[in-house]
């Protein structure tokens, strides 16, 4: 059973919107912060948003800001993250990952979701 199952990528024009998904199963997601992570090839992994445990507190990197938003509905046990205003440079894997800490530092990530490509491509 996976813990963490992303949905909702594919192949987008810039411009353009996606509403990726993060489904928990398994474990109460609620009783963690959820973090969204990308990672383009050849590139570093990084940390897009993160979510607290009741949704009441949200981050994102500079890179996003204004243009993803990320909620949080802990009775479908689902982390959304909507995705406005895409860029080829957002073209990447996306992660979500579960952490007991309310930051993207992958230091206290307990479940990772195996990943959803993005890309961004006229």
């Known amino acids: 059973q996976v813990p963490l199952a992303e949905s909702g990528g594919g192949l987008v024009q810039p411009g353009g919107s996606l509403r990726l998904s993060c489904a928990a199963s398994?474990?109460?997601?609620?009783?963690?912060?959820i973090v969204w992570f990308r990672q383009a090839p050849g590139k570093e992994r990084e940390g897009v948003s993160c979510i607290s445990r009741s949704g009441g507190n949200t981050y994102y990197a500079d890179s996003v800001k204004g243009r993803f938003s990320i909620s949080r509905d802990n009775a479908k046990n689902t982390v959304y993250l909507q995705m406005n205003s895409l860029k080829s440079e957002d073209t990447a894997v996306y992660y979500c990952?579960?952490?007991?800490?309310?930051?993207?530092?992958?230091?206290?990530?307990?479940?990772w979701g195996q990943g959803t490509q993005v890309t961004v491509s006229s």
């Open positions: 990952a579960a952490t007991r800490d309310n930051s993207i530092k992958p230091n206290f990530i307990v479940y």
């Open positions: 398994g474990f109460t997601s609620g009783d963690y912060a």
